[in-house]
């Protein structure tokens, strides 16, 4: 398991050594060491008592993990049991309620589209070359909600390079799962399903951009887009489309879902800014949740010395 | 009826005190107060079309108790919203009053209740006469304020604001039926003018 250092991620970003030694450890506990997903984590875990204050002592030392702002994490409760994902309903609570439908393995990635790696993998064959790690990122919703969540995942960017996209393709395309039986509430007509979400290339390609198969260390829960999902850290949270079932490149900008349901309301691009409102609400300030009084929005999330360079001479309040 | 009316202010207390509100508990007390204060709008409005399609006369006395917890469960709701979601900040209270189209009509809705509250007593309804009910109307305008808030506020699923537009179109479509099955009996009825002018009746 290697720990890439990118100049553009702060340190902090990065797993802290001691956690990362740590996990190895409990990794080694488990007679499995080296590099893989921890998505063998919890299935050892489950059926393994012994292993539990190994699990534990590796939980403790997430409290001391910060954000590259030194922000406390939020919890693995507050992360696991709030959040939304429509495929299972639109409260907030739903997810964790409902997605116990959802069969993410064994699960299949399909590339398609502008790129030589055209075809159809299964995620383990997919994940396997990746260079894994921890990652702590701010997560903020368009409904002016946040959290501190420390993902485990890969650089999308080493997926783009093994596919080798052609000259034309300009943007990356992502499709989530559409399944009536494993995710139920695509009976309803919230949303136009299956959930697509899109980047410009040179977005998908920044270094802060992950594809993610865990948290907290552990197995990515159903709820929280199991087995594979998106994060852009600087976007508005509907942009990490979760359970990805395909990846396209294409010449010409994908519509995503919400563009595509409200487009007065929800644009391609969703930089966190709060300069610029949702029409029915402010995006000056935002709950991070566990914390009583609303603090001020950053500009791109906290990330704009990494990546306010994408978007030079671009009017945001147009590319919403 | 107090003990009904109760229930889930009491039910909101226990869960807070023990913890179990979840992960956003300010969001969740402000929105079952706004939900239980729209449940309670929509029950007080049920009291007359319940009364004549049943003949059931007594129901009559709880509709002021139900009216006075929709205004009781609607103030709770301003507060938490002022206070614990917005921390009193004015400058934002203020910039919602005045920019946010669903936080406009809501403030309308629950301003216009605050007349009906206070003139709810026995002594104001015989004070204010017929001019009681004409005032006591307000209460279709600020539930309908209260369902196009509701409506405005959710992202996208639309489901139980439509739920409650229903309610309210089949409330006043009866109100207006009484209305206007009434009118043409007006004049020459003096038992039925007798009962609009009853306060009680509206
Ligand atoms: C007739 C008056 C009102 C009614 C019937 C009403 C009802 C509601 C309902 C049903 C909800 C949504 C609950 C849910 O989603 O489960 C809600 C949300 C909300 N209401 Fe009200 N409300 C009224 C007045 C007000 C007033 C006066 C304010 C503040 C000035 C206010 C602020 C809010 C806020 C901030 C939300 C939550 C928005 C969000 O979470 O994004 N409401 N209200």
Redesign the pocket.
């Known amino acids: 398991m290697l720990i890439k250092r990118s100049e553009d991620i702060p340190s902090s970003d990065i797993t802290p050594e001691s956690t990362y030694l740590n996990r190895r450890k409990f990794i080694a506990g488990f007679g499995l060491g080296g590099a893989l997903g921890s998505s063998m984590i919890r299935s050892q875990f489950d059926s393994a008592k012994v292993l539990e204050d190994e699990f534990s002592r590796t939980q403790k030392d997430w409290s001391r993990v910060r954000s590259d702002l030194d922000e406390e994490l939020n919890s693995y409760e507050d992360v696991t049991t709030y959040n939304n994902f429509y495929e299972f309903g639109t409260g907030k609570d739903d997810p964790a309620k409902n997605s116990h439908t959802l069969k993410p393995h064994p699960w299949n990635i399909e590339v398609d589209g502008l790129c030589a790696k055209r075809g159809t993998y299964g995620l383990e064959e997919f994940i396997k070359p990746r260079n894994m790690e921890d990652r702590v990122y701010r997560l903020r919703c368009v409904?002016a909600w946040s959290m501190v969540i420390p993902w485990y995942g890969f650089s999308l960017k080493e997926v783009i390079d093994w596919a080798e996209p052609l000259g034309s393709a300009r943007y990356i395309e992502f499709t989530s799962l559409y399944n009536l039986e494993q995710m139920p509430m695509q009976r309803s007509f919230v949303l136009e399903w299956p959930y697509v979400e899109g980047l410009r290339l040179d977005e998908a390609r920044h270094p802060l951009t992950i594809l993610v198969t865990g948290v907290y260390g552990r197995e990515l829960p159903n709820q929280n887009g199991a087995p594979l999902r998106l994060i852009v850290p600087w976007k508005y949270g509907f942009k990490g489309i979760k359970s990805i079932v395909k990846i396209r490149f294409t010449e010409t900008q994908p519509l995503n879902t919400w563009q595509q349901s409200t487009p007065r309301e929800y644009g391609f691009y969703a930089n966190v800014n709060p300069g610029v409102d949702h029409p029915r609400?402010s995006q000056a300030r935002e709950r991070r949740l566990g914390e009583l009084r609303k603090r001020p929005t950053l500009m791109f999330n906290g990330y704009g010395e990494q990546v306010a360079n994408l978007y030079s001479g671009m009017d945001l309040r147009l590319n919403f | 009826m107090w003990l009904g009316g109760l229930t889930p202010a009491t039910w909101l207390a226990w869960r807070f005190v023990t913890g179990r509100l979840g992960a956003n508990p300010i969001?969740e007390i402000?929105?079952?107060l706004?939900?239980t204060?729209?449940i309670f709008?929509l029950a007080t409005l049920s009291v007359t079309p319940i009364r004549s399609l049943t003949g059931w006369n007594s129901i009559i006395q709880v509709r002021r108790t139900l009216g006075l917890f929709s205004f009781f469960y609607?103030t709770m709701?301003?507060l938490v919203?002022?206070i614990l979601?917005q921390t009193l900040d004015w400058e934002f209270i203020i910039e919602?009053?005045t920019e946010r189209r669903?936080?406009i009509v809501?403030?309308t809705?629950?301003v216009l209740?605050i007349p009906l509250a206070v003139t709810s007593t026995k002594k104001w309804i015989r004070k204010l006469g017929k001019r009681w009910q004409r005032l006591h109307r307000l209460v279709y305008i600020?539930?309908a304020?209260?369902?196009a808030?509701?409506y405005w506020?959710?992202k996208a699923d639309t489901y139980?604001p439509l739920v409650?537009t229903a309610v309210l179109v089949a409330l006043m479509l009866f109100r207006f039926q009484i209305w206007i099955n009434r009118r043409p009996l007006d004049p020459g009825s003096k038992q039925l003018k007798q009962s609009v002018n009853s306060p009680k009746d509206l």
């Open positions: 409904e609400w | 969001e402000l929105h079952r706004g939900g204060a729209l709008l609607l709701h301003f919203y002022a979601d919602d009053l669903y936080i809501g403030f809705g629950w209740l600020s539930t304020l209260g369902v808030h509701f506020q959710v139980w409650a």
